[in-house]
């Protein structure tokens, strides 16, 4: 089993940056990928960004340019690291994490971004 403890979350201005931290615990070994996924209110969660364990990255139309996740797996880190914030960007964001077929959640942290 794998916990996910959150935090970086806040509130900027629009053109702001913020990096959001997720650091895993447990049985860590097997995790293959890791990343974001957000969800505004009256919306859908979504893809953000996530990296393999290898160092390959994918990410959403509407992030790409402006975020990208990057992860130490000696540390069992994940970070997001979100540049040039839109206020469109305003959601609650959650780490991720699949290992072995099953996927694993963190608790969730609010990003308000101000026009």
């Known amino acids: 089993q794998v916990q996910l403890v959150e935090s970086g979350g806040g509130f900027v201005q629009a053109g702001g940056s913020l990096r959001l931290s997720c650091v895993a615990s447990?049985?860590?070994?097997?995790?293959?990928?890791m990343g974001w996924y957000r969800q505004a209110p009256g919306k859908e969660r979504e893809l953000v960004a996530t990296?393999?364990?290898?160092?390959?990255?994918q990410s959403a139309d509407s992030v790409k340019g402006r975020f990208i996740a990057f992860r130490d797996n000696a540390k069992n880190t994940v970070w997001l690291q979100m540049n040039s914030l839109k206020p469109e960007d305003t959601a609650v964001y959650y780490c991720y994490v699949h290992i072995w077929g099953s996927n694993y959640w963190g608790q969730g942290t609010q990003v308000t971004v101000s026009s």
């Open positions: 990296i393999s364990r290898g160092g390959s990255t």
């Open positions: 447990g049985s860590t070994l097997s995790i293959n990928t």
